[in-house]
Every structure is written in structure tokens, then in C-alpha cells.
């Protein structure tokens, strides 16, 4: 039988690890909206002390990690969608790819300075 | 004549105007699309613009009044509420799809009763979170 190559596991995988990180990130959103009715950091002194606390960093570092994961499936899918010619989607993914780091990078960064 | 010439006389309604003014799209097809366009404009400009607002808040107590003060400015509360909504109804929208992934609500009204739900629930929370700002 003929088939269709789309890829070694058809996608499964990058299906399954939106979904996962997607939960992470519902998570890391109740932790925040938690942390921010029972006492809104409004000061300077109150919003550098919250990521100055060790789990909140770890939980931020998770929720970029997953935030960068989800969006290379999510992002993916659209210019696989809209964009026909190869290469110009080729270039998009790389793009896509490079700005995801860069977020990377620009959290870590931010979060142990 | 082929069952393959019936097909290609088959009409195709998707000029714009069929797009935008004759296709009627079910609400849970609403949903979704509206899924694709806040997670588009959440990768790009929102996420940029969060590590921004991250990164200068928490550099000084200067720049952290700086940035009050930059997001008092009418321009900066609009995008606020944009990035809140796209947020909001990303997160909503893909709550549901996570349980329509485990068979949860697929029968035809539970599926419309939570697409309402998601519309209502994160355009709720973006107009609380206006009153907030305003």
C-alpha cells in the first residue's frame, strides 16, 4: 500500500506535548491568579520579592519552557495550514524557532540576573 | 459524465465575500478559529511584550514606577485588554477542547452550551479586568 509520508510518528508526539504543556501552563495561571488576589504585589519591593523566591523562578522557567513547546506545535500548524510554497515555510519555522529561543533566553535572563 | 468531472463542477463558496457573508460558522467553529488567532497574537507581539513588561518591572524601583506609569497610557491599557482577552479565551477555548479530547461534552448541545460558556466566561473576565483598569 501506497502511503503518505508526513513525518516519522504522524504528529503524535507534538500532539500529546501541546496537550501536556497546555496543562502546565492552566496550572502556572491559577498560581498566579491566586498569588495576585490574596495579595496583589503593587510595589516595587512586593513584586521583586515574588520571583526572588526559588519556586516561583522554577514554576516561571516551566511555564516559558512550555509556553516555547506549545507555541512551536501551535505556530507550526497555522503556517503548515496557510503557507503552500516550501521554502517560504521553511524560512517561517526557522523564524518561528529563533524567537522562541530568543524568549528563552530573554526569561532565563530575566529570572537569575 | 465521471464521477471525477461531478467533483470538480462541485461549487466552491470561498471567494471573501462567501467567507465573510454566506458561510455561516456554528459558534464551536467561532471558537475555534478565534483559538488560532489569540494564539497567534499571543506568540507574537504579546509574549514579546510580556518579557518586556517582566524584564523592566523588575530591573529597579525606577523603572518599575516607569512602567505604572507607562500602562496608565490609554494606547497601553487597549493592549492590556486585547493581550487579557487573547488569554482568556485561549485558556477557556483550550480547556474545552482538552475534555472534548477525552470524550467529555461531544454530544451536539453540551458542545454549543460550552462554546457559549467559553465566549461568555473569557469576555467576562477581559470586561472585569477593564473595569479594573478604568
Keep these: ?113 | 459524465m465521471s464521477s471525477a468531472t461531478a467533483k470538480k463542477l462541485r461549487p466552491k463558496y470561498l471567494s471573501l465575500s462567501a467567507l465573510l457573508f454566506e458561510i455561516r460558522l456554528p459558534l464551536p467553529g467561532w471558537i475555534s478559529i478565534l483559538h488560532r488567532v489569540s494564539g497567534a497574537v499571543l506568540f507574537f507581539p504579546f509574549t514579546a511584550w510580556a518579557l518586556y513588561l517582566l524584564d523592566s518591572s523588575l530591573a529597579s524601583a525606577q523603572d518599575f514606577e516607569r512602567i505604572k506609569a507607562y500602562l496608565e497610557l490609554p494606547l497601553a491599557k487597549l493592549g492590556l485588554l486585547a493581550f487579557v482577552w487573547a488569554y482568556c479565551h485561549h485558556l477557556c477555548a483550550g480547556v474545552r477542547f482538552l475534555l472534548l479530547d477525552l470524550n467529555k461534552g461531544i454530544e451536539l448541545g453540551p458542545a454549543r452550551a460550552s462554546s457559549v460558556a467559553v465566549l461568555v466566561v473569557s469576555l467576562a473576565a477581559t470586561a472585569y479586568f477593564g473595569f479594573l483598569l478604568w
Design chain 1, 1 to 113: 500500500m501506497k502511503r503518505i509520508v508526513v513525518g516519522a510518528h504522524q504528529g503524535a508526539g507534538s500532539w500529546l506535548a501541546q496537550r501536556i504543556t497546555a496543562v502546565v501552563m492552566a496550572l502556572y495561571s491559577v498560581i498566579l491568579l491566586v498569588v495576585f488576589l490574596r495579595d496583589s504585589p503593587a510595589t516595587y519591593g512586593a513584586w521583586q520579592a515574588l520571583f526572588a523566591q526559588g519556586w516561583m523562578r522554577v514554576a516561571t522557567l516551566l511555564f516559558a519552557v512550555s509556553l516555547a513547546w506549545h507555541a512551536w506545535v501551535g505556530v507550526r500548524d497555522i503556517f503548515m495550514d496557510y503557507v503552500k510554497p516550501d521554502g517560504l515555510r521553511l524560512a517561517l519555522h526557522v523564524l518561528v524557532a529563533l524567537v522562541l529561543a530568543a524568549y528563552l533566553g530573554w526569561s532565563v535572563e530575566i529570572l537569575w540576573r
